[in-house]
């Protein structure tokens, strides 16, 4: 059973649902994304995303009109497998296609840039052998990209990365939410202060690098919430 968490983009809401691993997402539609496909290779018992995300995913699978190999989808930082700043840790990334010939992909590939309903699809040249396609949003802190700047009151699945992080590294902010309240904040103030970042509080383009380059693929520790 797997507990998973939906940042409500419409209400600006974190909610919470359990599924078993045959279960489908939620707010997925017939029955077309199961979590045992979303969470793939993560063995976490907690997995997030957005409503939007699966929203876009229902409109793809209905465009594009037949099933859809999911190879990656969700990973916690501290799994690693990808990327620092990667939209697979913010649980709005797919990796997909990957039983296809290059015809196929190239296809999937077509239908998934000409569908709209996602914010990036990677250039091919990037992707030899699979599809990516994720549902980011917020301006990135960084001008390379990556996750937006969060801040006391932010709510979403970023919040999520950062407290995350920050408990894996032993500053606990009070639990695994996705509210960045007042316990969150203490927490952000605390790691920056001890790397010697600006103390304000503010997960910026800085305080991402460091936080994901401390944690990214280096295994949970005692005091991950799990």
């Known amino acids: 059973m797997a507990k998973i968490i939906i940042y409500n983009n419409d209400t600006d809401r974190m909610e919470t649902y359990y599924r078993g691993e045959n279960d489908s997402m939620p707010y997925n539609t017939n029955g077309t994304l199961r979590v045992r496909e979303f969470r793939g290779s993560s063995r ?18 209905y465009i594009y009109g037949r099933s859809i190999f999911v190879g990656f989808a969700f990973k916690r930082p501290y799994e690693g497998g990808h990327g620092n700043q990667s939209q697979h840790y913010a649980g709005v990334a797919f990796d997909v296609g990957q039983n296809l010939n290059s015809s196929g992909r190239n296809a999937l590939w077509n239908s998934a840039r000409n569908s709209g309903v996602w914010s990036y699809v990677e250039p091919q040249s990037l992707t030899p052998t699979w599809v990516h396609f994720d549902k980011r949003f917020g301006t990135p802190a960084c001008s390379s990209g990556g996750f937006p700047t969060l801040k006391r009151g932010s709510i979403s699945n970023y919040v999520l990365i950062a407290q995350d992080d920050l408990n894996t590294l032993g500053f606990t902010t009070g639990g695994l939410d996705g509210i960045f309240g007042t ?41 991950t919430i799990n």
């Open 183 to 223: 316990q969150t904040y203490n927490a952000v103030r605390r790691y920056q202060s001890s790397r010697g970042l600006s103390v304000d509080g503010i997960v910026g383009c800085n305080t991402w690098r460091s936080l994901q380059e401390n944690v990214v693929g280096t295994g949970a520790t005692s005091t």
């Open 44 to 61: 976490s018992n907690i997995l997030w995303t957005t409503k939007r995300t699966m929203q876009s995913w229902n409109s793809q699978r």
